[in-house]
T-cell receptor, first 112, second 116 residues
Framework: KQEVTQIPAALSVPEGENLVLNCSFT??????LQWFRQDPGKGLTSLLL?????REQTSGRLNASLDKSSGRSTLYIAASQPGDSATYLC???????????FGKGTSLLVTP | GAVVSQHPSWVICKSGTSVKIECRSL??????MFWYRQFPKQSLMLMAT?????????EQGVEKDKFLINHASLTLSTLTVTSAHPEDSSFYIC????????????FGPGTRLTVL
């Protein structure tokens, strides 16, 4: 069964810092990987989707990379802002179909 | 982008009652929808796959007689928590891929269930 691990579980940084969130998965036979943002008590906002044939995707200050062979992905956030404070979830499709396997997330706090 | 709605956004009920949660794809058809559950400080865990026109498939450890799923149409799936107990209190989120698509899934905003 696919397992997704995210490190660190929590992170606190001052505003303006660049930071990296890590995600690893046990089964490298994935066809894509997604990063989501979740605000407290809210649903999910899709940030970036990387197809298995891609190595990275960028959206604004966010850059996600994917190394399928090593089972790793990173989410890089540049020039962090207090509004970036949220939980960031990494997810890959399950072995059986479109349902997603999620990591436990990284809780990010960006302090002014 | 595509929109998935859930209703209600939150519900409080007494132990022993049943609660129905709706998940709708507003601008696309979804032959499959997924129901996830998220306990505090935990990640989302898949509960079941809702299939239009056929029975839902449940993940190991999820009681199908307790969590009734009905995929009534190509835009609506419902999850009914029967005889709810406090341990069922959780955040329930649905998602739907566009029919025929293997790309991004669209998530509903979630339903917070509190069972007293």
């Amino acid at each position: 069964k696919q397992e997704v691990t995210q490190i660190p579980a929590a992170l606190s940084v001052p505003e303006g810092e660049n930071l990296v969130l890590n995600c690893s998965f046990t089964d490298s036979a994935i066809y894509n990987l997604q990063w989501f943002r979740q605000d407290p008590g809210k649903g999910l906002t899709s940030l970036l989707l990387i197809q298995s044939s891609q190595r990275e995707q960028t959206s604004g200050r966010l850059n996600a990379s994917l190394d399928k062979s090593s089972g790793r992905s990173t989410l890089y956030i540049a020039a962090s802002q207090p509004g970036d404070s949220a939980t960031y979830l990494c997810a890959v499709p399950s072995n059986s179909g479109y349902a997603l396997n999620f990591g436990k997330g990284t809780s990010l706090l960006v302090t002014p | 982008g595509a929109v998935v709605s859930q209703h209600p956004s939150w519900v409080i009920c007494k132990s022993g009652t049943s609660v129905k949660i709706e998940c709708r794809s507003l601008d696309f058809q979804a032959t499959t929808m997924f129901w996830y559950r998220q306990f505090p400080k935990q990640s989302l865990m898949l509960m079941a796959t809702s299939n239009e026109g056929s029975k839902a498939t449940y993940e190991q450890g999820v009681e199908k007689d307790k969590f009734l799923i009905n995929h009534a149409s190509l835009t609506l799936s419902t999850l009914t928590v029967t005889s709810a107990h406090p341990e069922d209190s959780s955040f329930y989120i649905c998602s739907a891929p566009r029919s025929g698509s293997t790309d991004t899934q669209y998530f509903g905003p979630g339903t917070r269930l509190t069972v007293l």
